[in-house]
Nanobody, 125 residues
Framework: QVQLVESGGGLVQAGGSLRLSCAAS???????MGWFRQAPGKERDFVAT????????LYADSVKGRFTISRDNAKNTVSLQMNSLKPEDTADYYC???????????????????WGQGTRVTVSA
C-alpha cells in the first residue's frame, strides 16, 4: 500500500511555471504513476503518466509539450514540471499510483489504486 502527498501548487500568472511533487510513503518501483486534475465543476481528467520504466510516458493532448512527468524511485517521488501555464490549467492536481508488474501505461482514473489529496493550481490571465 502507498500513501501519496502532493505539493508545489499555488498561484501563477499565465505563461509561468510550477513544479508539482508527489511523495510516497512506500516504495514506488512497482507502481505506474500518474497525474490527474479536476477543475471546478468538472470530472477528474488525465494529465500524464509514467510507467515503472521512466522511458514509458504518456501525456494528455492539452498538456503535451508543456508538461513533463518524471520519477525518482530512489526517493519515492514523482514530479510534474508545468511550463507555459494557461488559465485552463487551473485545477486541483492529484497524484495516483497503480500496482503494475507488467510495465503497462494507464490513462484512466479507474486504473489507479491509490490517490493523494490534491494540490491546487490557479493560473491567472
Amino acid at each position: 500500500q502507498v500513501q501519496l502527498v502532493e505539493s508545489g501548487g499555488g498561484l501563477v500568472q499565465a505563461g509561468g511555471s510550477l513544479r508539482l511533487s508527489c511523495a510516497a510513503s512506500g516504495r514506488t518501483s512497482s507502481y505506474a504513476m500518474g497525474w490527474f486534475r479536476q477543475a471546478p465543476g468538472k470530472e477528474r481528467d488525465f494529465v500524464a503518466t509514467i510507467g515503472t520504466s521512466s522511458a514509458n510516458t504518456l501525456y494528455a493532448d492539452s498538456v503535451k509539450g508543456r508538461f513533463t512527468i518524471s520519477r525518482d524511485n530512489a526517493k519515492n517521488t514523482v514530479s510534474l514540471q508545468m511550463n507555459s501555464l494557461k488559465p485552463e490549467d487551473t485545477a486541483d492536481y492529484y497524484c495516483a499510483a497503480k500496482v503494475d508488474r507488467l510495465r503497462g501505461i494507464y490513462a484512466y482514473t479507474r486504473d489507479y489504486d491509490y490517490w493523494g489529496q490534491g494540490t491546487r493550481v490557479t493560473v491567472s490571465a
